[in-house]
């Protein structure tokens, strides 16, 4: 079975700071790589997807998401992020249509 | 892309009683799944929803516990029974469109008292 790894359970910064979400995976085979964000009150957004072909991609809001092979991991960037970016992060992947969540990290963004 | 309209979007239930949760999708699709997000957690697959077949659950989730039917393409129901305050949680209603992403509806935020 595959599962999916957030390193990060809660992170806070200032706003304008560089923000670094990891996020890796274990299946070995063929997946298609998507971040998530739950603004508060909200429900789930696509920021970002990965199915292939350049394995930079940007997403919507200024994200980017870098996915390595090797690694198995497709950890999500932003080099400045703003208060409005407080939400929780998802990192997901899907497998013969079926999507496994990471357990989420929590960013908090100080005005 | 599929748009997904989930019902009720809210409900305050007793415990011991059941509720029934609705997805409508304004497309066919083949397979529909439902989750389960409790509170300050990730999103958990209770079960695939084919339609024509019965459901398919994920470990810790049983069919007496969640039942789920899916009639057609484009409809789903999934129920909880006999709720405890356990039960609270926000259930999601989701498809992925092939070569795509996945698509939620905007979510059930059940409390159970």
């Known amino acids: 079975a595959q599962s999916v790894s957030q390193h990060n359970h809660h992170v806070i910064l200032s706003e304008a700071a560089s923000l670094e979400l990891g996020c890796n995976y274990s299946?070995?085979?063929?997946?298609?790589l998507f971040w998530y964000v739950q603004y508060p009150g909200q429900h789930l957004q696509l920021l970002l997807k990965?199915?292939?072909?350049?394995?930079l991609v940007k997403g919507i809001k200024g994200f980017e998401a870098e996915f390595i092979k090797s690694k198995f991991s497709f950890n999500l960037r932003k080099p400045s992020v703003q208060w409005s970016d407080t939400a929780e992060y998802f990192c997901?992947?899907?497998?013969?249509?079926?999507?496994?969540f990471g357990a989420g990290t929590t960013v908090t963004v100080r005005a | 892309s599929a748009v997904i309209s989930q019902k009720p979007s809210r409900d305050i239930c007793q415990r011991g009683t059941s509720l029934t949760i609705q997805c409508q999708v304004d497309s066919q699709v083949t397979m529909m799944f439902w989750y389960r997000q409790q509170p300050g957690q990730s999103l958990t697959l209770i079960a695939t929803?084919?339609?024509?077949?019965?459901?398919?659950?994920e470990s810790g989730f049983v069919i007496d516990k969640f039942p789920i039917s899916r009639p057609n393409l484009t409809f789903s129901t999934l129920t909880v029974s006999n709720m405890s305050p356990e039960d609270s949680s926000i259930y999601l209603c989701s498809v992925v469109v092939p070569n795509t992403e996945a698509f939620f509806g905007q979510g059930t935020r059940l409390t159970v008292v």
């Open positions: 997901a992947v899907k497998n013969n249509y079926k999507l496994s």
């Open positions: 929803a084919n339609q024509g077949s019965e459901a398919t659950y």
């Open positions: 990965y199915f292939s072909g350049d394995p």
């Open positions: 299946y070995g085979g063929t997946v298609n």
